[in-house]
């Protein structure tokens, strides 16, 4: 049985998701593929700065990029997606509660992934709008620095007049649901409370292992 909360099971860079996460809101009227090229290449240089490749000086360039994730970053939405058909169960306190803790899992899990970032390309290959137009996925391929290409879709929805990201699928396999896997297990034996505890201690335990 594979770990609670261990390495995600499609065994990829994951910088490409915390760059996907640091999508910023925009308007409806720029596209989610303009939005989505803008930023990413923005957090791409970010990594290339010779600060945030030195442990002493990378704090401050990390804050930067966990502040935008938290701006537009629509983790309340992201939440009930993962945790499914059992959100309805957790009163409105343990929603917070839950939407904080696992905010805190996903930056630590993946903006700690970034730093092996090694040069990698983003190629952007087509976006799908939905008929209404406000949901899209924009498709991209990931060439990772031994050459290996690796297919990147973001899911985003306008909400509120901006353009948020939901779910990322790296070689199809979509995060929401492999996380909502993992989440069922505990909640088919245990209770929401039970859930946070367990998504508070394995972000403890990745925190204890940067420092």
Not at 9 to 24: E, I, N, P, T, Y
Not at 45 to 74: C, G, H, M, S, W
Not at 128 to 157: F, H, N, W
Request: proline share 3%.
């Amino acid at each position: 049985m594979r770990r609670f909360f261990g390495k995600m099971c499609f065994g990829v860079s994951a910088w490409c998701l915390a760059a996907a996460m640091c999508v910023c809101g925009a308007s409806a009227a720029e596209t989610p593929s303009q939005r989505l090229r803008a930023t990413v290449d923005q957090v791409l240089l970010v990594l290339q700065e010779p600060e945030y490749r030195n442990p002493a000086t990378r704090a401050p360039l990390r804050a930067k990029i966990e502040r935008q994730v938290r701006t537009v970053f629509d983790f309340e939405e992201f939440s009930a997606r993962t945790v499914g058909k059992s959100w309805p169960s957790f009163t409105a306190e343990q929603k917070k509660r839950f939407d904080d803790a696992f905010a805190e899992l996903l930056l630590v899990t993946y903006l700690d992934k970034i730093q092996g970032y090694n040069g990698e390309q983003v190629m952007y290959t087509g976006e799908v709008l939905s008929s209404r137009g406000d949901r899209a996925e924009v498709q991209t391929i990931v060439t990772l620095s031994d050459g290996k290409k690796v297919p990147v879709a973001y899911r985003m929805m306008l909400k509120n007049g901006q353009w948020v990201v939901y779910d990322v699928l790296i070689e199809n396999v979509s995060l929401i649901k492999n996380y909502r896997s993992q989440f069922q297990d505990v909640l088919t034996r245990g209770t929401p409370e039970q859930l946070i505890e367990r998504v508070v201690a394995r972000t403890n335990e990745l925190r204890a292992q940067e420092g």
